[in-house]
Each structure stands twice: as structure tokens, then as C-alpha cells.
T-cell receptor
Framework: GAVVSQHPSWVICKSGTSVKIECRSL??????MFWYRQFPKQSLMLMAT?????????EQGVEKDKFLINHASLTLSTLTVTSAHPEDSSFYIC??????????FGPGTRLTVT | GIQVEQSPPDLILQEGANSTLRCNFS?????LQWFHQNPWGQLINLFY???GTKQNGRLSATTVATERYSLLYISSSQTTDSGVYFC???????????FGTGTKLQVIP
């Protein structure tokens, strides 16, 4: 089956710094990648959708200047949390898909901002 | 947007028992997936089931798209089945997936 990886698995950073999370589709070319956020004991919320080579589409309420998404190739998308604050602490999950196929999810990245 | 509700929100089972988890969605969908999120947070894809019935070992799923619901059956539950089960639907023609509210399952020995 299709495999999606994320790096890092977990990260701790200080308030005010930026953190980059990578999402890679290892054995297929993903036309679309998605970023989700999950707070403790809650469901996953879609943050943004990105297509290779074009700007990401952000969901309502998601600050695009704070959560920078780059989809540089068909196998890599990155999410950068800029000027992180403790309220940005969360579990971030990416997914990747080929058109017409199901989405494959990465293992997630746990971000803790101190 | 689409609403995806799951029931029950919490479920405690004795090991070996069977259970049925339900997912209701408020609009027509392109497909539906079931996931198991383990205690470490990893999402494991269980079924991709826009309609009909599929089985994989002790798990099976049925989606009745015309009536806007899907069911996940777990038979002979094991402690390793514990975690949160999510259904998720892809709708709107943009592959935007909306996750359900989740069912937290705890299987006790």
C-alpha cells in the first residue's frame, strides 16, 4: 500500500521560534496533500489543501501567514509553524492522495511549544 | 459543510465481545474511510468503502450511501483494538475530507 511519512515525529520548541514539518509520499506521486490538526481528545480538523506547484488553500480560521505550506514536488509538502506559541501545541497530521484514490495518512507530528 | 456524527462517543467492551460503531453523514459523499487511531496517535487506514460491505479479519464495514450512514463491526474484540475510531468522508469534488466526531473504544481483559 501507499506510504506517507512525516518528520519529525515529535518536536519541542521555544515560544517565538519556527518549526518545519515535512510530509513525504514514499512510493507514489501525490497530486494533492492535506494538513490536519488535532487537539487532545478531539477530532482532526483540516487546515489546508495543497497541490504541487500552486498556493495552498486554507480553511476558514486558519492563519496562512502563521502556517506556511509549501508543496514543492509531487512527493513533498512542508508545514512551517512560524513564531510558535504554546497554543500552537498540537498533533499535526498530513495526508497525500492521487486523484481518484483514497487519502493516505502520515503518522503525525506532535508539536510542543514551551 | 457536511456534518459527520459518530456513535457511541465512548464504548467499553469486555475482551471477546462484539460491537458496532456507526457513522452518519448529512450529505452525499464521494467515498468514506474508517480509521483507527492508536494510543500513539497514528492513524491506521481500516477501510475505504464508498458503498457496500468489506471484511478484513475480525473487522467489517458497510456503507449505505443512499441512507447516509456507515457501520464498522468489530468481532471478538481484543485489547489491541482500543483507541479511537474515526470515519471520514470525501465530499464536494475537491477531495476535502471531513472527519467524524470519533468513538473512543476501550477493551478490557
Amino acid at each position: 500500500g501507499a506510504v506517507v511519512s512525516q518528520h519529525p515525529s515529535w518536536v519541542i520548541c521555544k515560544s517565538g521560534t519556527s518549526v518545519k514539518i515535512e510530509c513525504r509520499s514514499l512510493d507514489f506521486q501525490a497530486t494533492t496533500m492535506f494538513w490536519y490538526r488535532q487537539f487532545p481528545k478531539q477530532s482532526l480538523m483540516l487546515m489546508a489543501t495543497s497541490n504541487e506547484g500552486s498556493k495552498a488553500t486554507y480553511e476558514q480560521g486558519v492563519e496562512k501567514d502563521k502556517f506556511l505550506i509549501n508543496h514543492a514536488s509531487l512527493t513533498l509538502s512542508t508545514l512551517t509553524v512560524t513564531s510558535a506559541h504554546p497554543e500552537d501545541s498540537s498533533f499535526y497530521i498530513c495526508s497525500a492522495s492521487r486523484e481518484g484514490y483514497e487519502q493516505y495518512f502520515g503518522p503525525g507530528t506532535r508539536l510542543t511549544v514551551t | 459543510g457536511i456534518q459527520v456524527e459518530q456513535s457511541p462517543p465512548d464504548l467499553i467492551l469486555q475482551e471477546g465481545a462484539n460491537s458496532t460503531l456507526r457513522c452518519n453523514f448529512s450529505d452525499s459523499v464521494n467515498n468514506l474511510q474508517w480509521f483507527h487511531q492508536n494510543p500513539w496517535g497514528q492513524l491506521i487506514n481500516l477501510f475505504y468503502i464508498p458503498s457496500g460491505t468489506k471484511q478484513n479479519g475480525r473487522l467489517s464495514a458497510t456503507t449505505v450511501a443512499t441512507e447516509r450512514y456507515s457501520l464498522l463491526y468489530i468481532s471478538s474484540s481484543q485489547t489491541t483494538d482500543s483507541g479511537v475510531y474515526f470515519c471520514a468522508t470525501d465530499w464536494g469534488g475537491y477531495q476535502k475530507v471531513t472527519f467524524g466526531t470519533g468513538t473512543k473504544l476501550q477493551v478490557i481483559p
